[in-house]
């Protein structure tokens, strides 16, 4: 029997029907396409097209257009890779982590959250394709493929060969999790469509899904181990990526706390990552009574739990830069504090440790205009905190006399401008083509949440609710 | 095999009446050939009688296999195959392989799992479901009965069906055609005339 708290609030508000969550869902997909929709998705194939025009000039013409020097040989791109990696962490806690804990509010963010943790990998991904100078050739370079260009295997003992593999892996399993919950809803809009194209197109996707109890009982087997594999894998991932840097040599990346300081921070701007669209989601398709005010909360509450997390980490590297007595180590930290790079760091830690502060005030982590701002905050400032770690530590390496300065190209900007192109053209593809909640796990856990329900059960200590509205609940 | 089949099928509301009418309609002597609902109920294998699902040992032995994989491939390679000495490691570091053999574990477990599922429950994208009731993947909860499976009497099953709380029951019968649907014949049906019986107009 499940019992839940008389404290929380309902998951579904609203007075919604299973009839009603299907059609409010369903509508979005079946409806034609509006101008606001049209207005976006231009404006990010647009985006998308501008800067491929520089990141083809770039593949033409080498990375000699990006402004690395040989002394910073790792600037945006590594960057923007890290800072991609994490924002897509969040989906994968989303389903995964708390479904294994049980998390019931996380149903009507999942899908959302998943599609932004594929499409952000996919973003993350062209940073080391394009790095290679050579992608067309980069297959040898990256799997173990045999080949004559030198060392026959690629080296297993290279963290950026692990990266390889837990990219690979993470991109792969994301996506086969994320489809497979989409299988049923695909049904569902199958038998709702009225014309054949999409009839065929959700018929072709929906792999004849009839939601027969048996099927329905291995999913649920399915979908469980899937989470249980990637937990651990979502974990593994932030890890394998910190130990680029931390398996170096270089002062402020040979650290121990990388791993789970790479992680907390993935987490908390994935967080962001997803406020920041499922308020604009939310909004454009009215769906005020799916994710509430009390899902914005939860995030927000993760959001202040990782960016103390992260602040604690900053503190606890400066402290060991110092107890360590290494004084390569410590020069790093005081040149990222007051060196010429002094406003990145104040940025990030301005950005990372401070504004998330804000949300203990219920006031602020309830309010929506707070929420948003706050969200696009933490990412500039995670951003900021990769190309402090990436850029300060190299920029004034052992060797003074190869101390300089980086500063970024045209060709860096655009060809980070791309990557939102990207990751924009897909996840507005995704909004309207795909049912943005997932409608099954919504109606499952709809009945023990619905406000009906949510009511009654208070009736059980509240007399103050009208007659008519009790309903008879046996707990 | 009989080439027409004759079914009832039983349309009900509400999860827990759905649960509880199962569980009266199977001790009443009726075999339910499949339950059909939108979302996953939970205990509805149980009050059905399925055996549990062997999926997690589907993934654990592929998870076997992805690890021994990983294992012998990262050996054979860095220590058998092409030896080299790299930043003063021993050839056969097995650190440094934890990581990959880890990611290929997941790799092949989830992977190996999710292909047995769509294989085991027959699952491809051009497969013609068979649907009893349109409106089981949206709102209701349905029961099929198989008439020729059970010994009783259509009357006597509508009867049971009514007393476990079904707020609707009726027959319904499949040609031999629409049995064992075939793909070619849907996609034509599709673009001609819009779909079987079970399915909504096409406009």
């Known amino acids: ?475 | 095999m009989e080439k027409e089949k004759h079914y009832l099928v039983a349309v009900f509301d509400d999860q827990d009446d759905f649960l509880h009418g199962v569980e009266h309609i199977r001790h009443a002597g009726v075999k339910i050939q499949e339950a059909f609902t939108p979302y996953p109920v939970h205990r509805l294998e149980d009050a059905l009688g399925y055996e549990r699902s062997l999926m997690p040992v589907a993934a654990f032995c592929f998870g076997a296999l992805g690890t021994t994989f990983a294992i012998t491939m990262q050996t054979s390679m860095m220590a058998i195959d092409w030896p080299m000495i790299i930043g003063g490691k021993p050839f056969l570091s097995i650190p440094d392989f934890v990581p990959v053999s880890f990611e290929c574990t997941v790799l092949f477990a989830a992977f190996g799992m999710v292909g047995t599922f769509l294989f085991s429950n027959d699952l491809k994208p051009y497969k013609v479901p068979k649907i009893f009731d349109i409106r089981s993947t949206d709102d209701k909860l349905v029961l099929a009965i198989d008439l020729a499976k059970n010994s009783l009497s259509e009357d006597q099953i509508k009867m049971i069906l009514k007393e476990a709380k079904a707020e609707e029951v009726y027959r319904k019968d499949f040609t031999e055609e629409e049995n064992e649907g075939s793909f070619i014949k849907y996609l034509i049906d599709l673009f001609n005339n819009g779909v079987t019986r079970s399915s909504r107009q096409l406009s």
């Not at chain 1, 599609?115 to 394709?129: G, H, S």
């Not at chain 1, 099954?440 to 856990?445: F, Q, Y």
Request: hydrophobic share 50%.
């Open chain 1, 1 to 475: 029997m499940q019992v839940i708290s008389e404290v929380r609030e309902p998951l579904v508000t609203g007075g919604k029907t299973i009839k009603d969550v299907t059609e409010d869902i369903c509508k979005q997909v079946e409806a034609p396409p509006t101008k606001l929709w049209l207005l976006c998705f231009t404006g990010s194939v647009l985006t998308l097209a501008i800067g491929g025009l520089f990141v083809g000039d770039m593949l033409w013409n080498g990375i000699g257009k990006w402004g690395l020097n040989k002394t910073v040989q790792w600037a945006w791109d590594i960057t923007n890779f890290v800072w991609w990696v994490g924002i897509g962490h969040a989906g994968t806690l989303i389903s995964a982590v708390l479904m294994l804990f049980r998390q019931k509010w996380r149903t009507s963010i999942n899908r959302a959250a998943e599609a932004m943790t594929i499409f952000a990998v996919m973003c993350a991904a062209i940073w080391p394709v394009m790095h290679m100078g050579r992608p067309w050739i980069g297959a040898y370079w990256v799997f173990p493929l045999p080949n004559t260009y030198g060392s026959l295997w690629v080296n297993f003992n290279s963290p950026l060969l692990w990266d390889v593999f837990a990219i690979g892996t993470y991109f792969s399993v994301s996506l086969v999790f994320w489809y497979i919950g989409l299988v049923p809803d695909f049904a569902t809009i199958r038998d709702r469509a009225t014309n054949a194209v999409s009839r065929f197109f959700y018929g072709f996707l929906s792999l004849g899904w009839d939601g027969s109890a048996k099927t329905w009982m291995h999913y649920e087997a399915v979908s469980l181990v899937l989470a249980g594999l990637s937990t651990p894998l979502v974990l593994s991932v932030h890890t394998i990526v910190s130990m680029d840097f931390a398996t170096s040599v270089i002062p402020g990346w040979h650290t121990t706390i990388f791993p789970p300081y790479f992680v907390a921070g993935a987490i908390f701007s994935g967080f962001a990552m997803v406020l920041t669209l499922m308020l604009v989601i939310r909004k454009v398709y009215k769906l005020e009574h799916y994710v509430t005010m009390e899902h914005i909360e939860m995030m927000n509450i993760i959001i202040i739990v990782t960016g103390s997390i992260v602040g604690i980490a900053y503190t606890t590297e400066f402290f060991i830069a110092w107890y360590s007595g290494v004084e390569y180590e410590q020069y790093a930290f005081i040149n990222r504090m007051f060196g010429p790079y002094w406003w990145a760091y104040w940025a990030m830690m301005t950005c990372n440790v401070i504004s998330p502060q804000l949300f203990w005030i219920k006031k602020i982590r309830t309010s929506l205009m707070w929420t948003f701002v706050l969200s696009i905050v933490v990412n500039i400032g995670m951003w900021f905190e990769r190309f402090v770690i990436i850029v300060t530590s190299l920029h004034r390496d052992y060797l003074p006399s190869s101390w300089v300065m980086f500063s970024p190209t045209i060709h860096d900007i655009m060809s980070y401008v791309f990557s939102f192109g990207l990751f924009f053209t897909l996840f507005f593809l995704f909004a309207k083509f795909f049912p943005v909640i997932n409608m099954a796990e919504v109606k499952s856990v709809w009945k023990e949440s619905n406000s009906k329900m949510y009511r009654a059960r208070r009736t059980i200590s509240n007399a103050d609710v009208p007659k008519e509205d009790r309903v008879e609940v046996h707990v």
